[in-house]
């Protein structure tokens, strides 16, 4: 089977390459020219596990192409995915103009029966608007059918997830393309995924659904972290504890500075503003976007009372990235806090694995000096901040950290290190709902 890809950013590229990996004939449709023709060199333009070794191998064996020639991919194949992006308007209104492009273009140059298949993630009701759009720009009219099949990737394992799901979710009308698009996934039957068949309407608010859960255990982690910190409990045990119990379950129940990514701040704003129009309002979705952006403001607040203000001071900052395994810095905590650190005056020396030519792009100045590793990071600082919990942080060498600083105050927001070894070092320790991070205060 023939399969176009139209987009080859994060799910497109992902998508693509693990389809190709299945045995179908994948052609990569992008229009920026550069793109594609580093793709075609085998280098992948970002960071992901195992991706760049997945393309190759797939473009050796001839089963993977990238190209800008839209009509002619589509004409060779049976379903085509729309995987372009759907970034935030200002308003929280997710922009749809890439869709509309692809769904114009698409209606331009279908000859025969198409399934055409929504993986971006898209606002419940994007389907119909996709099938509008085809039937009313087609030259002349051609069957075809719009099913919704929302991706459930996790950055820094993405190959893995696509390779291994939970579930397929395939939102169709028509039994035909539900077909199709289970059959293109037939590999996936000797792992014994579960398929989850339904409406295009239920399949688009699965993904809102989803991640609008896991950023609220995110959230609520982090709540009962700072109540930790008050009453000298230990999160972490309470995380465990909590984790055991199967109804609840271990993941997504560690605690940090908040979440971040291209998927939970947008898609949390998103479904909080289809609830308000449609007066049904997401108050939950709207109550863990504030305690997400109080979590770091609680973070910024810590280091500033614990430096004894900020003016001047220099600080280490270890890891930028949203999370490890990723070079992605959109809405990552560490970008937003180092901003602010920088306006409250102070100097910033950081390092992450992967993403600092990322992080270039957006601070910039003589108050920021970017390193090559740790302990370049660590070297004359007053304070160190771990932001982002990369493994290779976990096995640094803590006394000659604080040997290269001019004070040993360690803010670990990730809970990378033991409290007591790193005292045990000498440091002024601070960790997120930790004994000892903060006074104990008793409940009135």
Known sequence: MNITVVGTGYV?????????????????????????????????????????????????NRRLIFSTDLEAAVRASLAVFIAVATPDLPDGTPDLSQVD????????????????????????????????LLTGKQRRPVEFDVVSNPEFL????????????????????????????????????????????????????????????LATKISFINEMANLCEKVGADVHHV???????????????????GFGGSC????????????????????????????????????????????????????????????????????????????KLLEAGALIQAYDPAAMPNSRKVLSGEEVVFCPDAYAAAGGMEALWIATEWNEFRNINLARIKSLMQAPVLFDSRNVF????????????FGTGRPGSTPVRSPA
């Open 12 to 60: 497109g590229l992902v998508t693509g390459a693990a389809l190709a990996d299945f045995g179908l004939n994948v052609s990569c449709v992008d229009s920026d020219v550069r793109k594609i023709e580093t793709l075609s060199s085998g280098r992948v333009p970002f960071y992901e596990t195992g991706l760049e070794e997945l393309v190759n191998r797939n473009l050796r």
């Open 101 to 132: 492009s692809v769904a114009t273009a698409l209606a331009e140059c279908l000859d025969d029966y198409k399934v055409i298949v929504t993986k971006s993630t898209v606002p419940v009701g994007t389907a119909r608007r996709i099938q509008g």
């Open 154 to 213: 996790r950055e820094g394992s993405a190959v893995e997830d696509f390779m291994r799901p939970n579930r397929v979710v395939i939102g169709a009308d028509s039994e035909n393309a539900a077909a199709i698009v289970k059959d293109i996934y037939r590999p996936l039957f000797l792992n014994e995924t579960p398929f989850v068949i339904t409406s295009p309407e239920t399949a688009e608010l699965i993904k809102y659904a989803c991640n609008a859960f």
């Open 239 to 257: 995380a465990r504890a909590m984790g055991l119990d199967k109804r609840i379950g271990p993941k997504f129940l560690h605690p940090g500075p």
């Open 264 to 339: 939970f701040p947008k898609d949390l704003v998103a479904l909080a503003r289809t609830g308000r129009q449609l007066e049904a309002p997401q108050r939950l979705a709207e109550a863990v976007i504030e305690i997400n952006r109080r979590q770091k403001e609680r973070v910024f607040s810590r280091i500033e009372r614990e430096l004894g203000g900020l003016k001047g001071k220099k600080i280490g900052v270890l890891g930028l990235a949203f999370k490890p395994n990723t070079d992605d810095i959109r809405e990552a905590p560490a970008i937003d806090i180092c901003r």
């Open 418 to 429: 033991d409290p007591a070894r790193v005292r045990a070092l000498g440091f002024r320790y």
